[in-house]
């Protein structure tokens, strides 16, 4: 939602905004969408949060590196605990794995 963030329209007489015209795009589906891979690289190359949206300002661009690291880790805490409940669920013979597991949280 934040990253296709466009600034509104500036009104110039007779001549659609650039701003207005990627609206557009992303409408027509002609601009990309970021897709979670996406978002992946961007963490990695974060110049190409401005190919996605060439209206982000730099500060802009920080946050959602800043947001997307958050949401890495997240996803890494929540494979962790996936496997935790796995672990739990099988019995009582997992105790060892579990414990290493639950040491490297």
């Known amino acids: ?11 110039q007489p007779n001549m659609p905004s650039p701003a207005m015209c990627f609206k ?3 409408l027509s589906g002609a601009a990309a969408a970021a897709a979670p891979l996406d978002l992946l690289r961007c963490v990695v190359q974060p110049q190409l949060l401005q190919d996605l949206n060439p209206f982000l300002s730099p500060a802009a661009q920080q946050q959602l ?13 929540e494979d962790r605990l996936r496997r935790l409940v796995q672990l739990v669920a ?8 579990l414990i290493r597991v639950g040491r490297s949280i």
């Open 65 to 77: 590196r800043a947001g997307m690291l958050v949401w890495l880790q997240l996803c890494v805490l």
């Open 1 to 11: 939602q934040h990253l296709s963030a466009v600034p509104a329209a500036v009104n």
């Open 90 to 97: 099988a019995g009582p013979g997992m105790k060892a794995p």
């Open 24 to 26: 557009l795009l992303r």
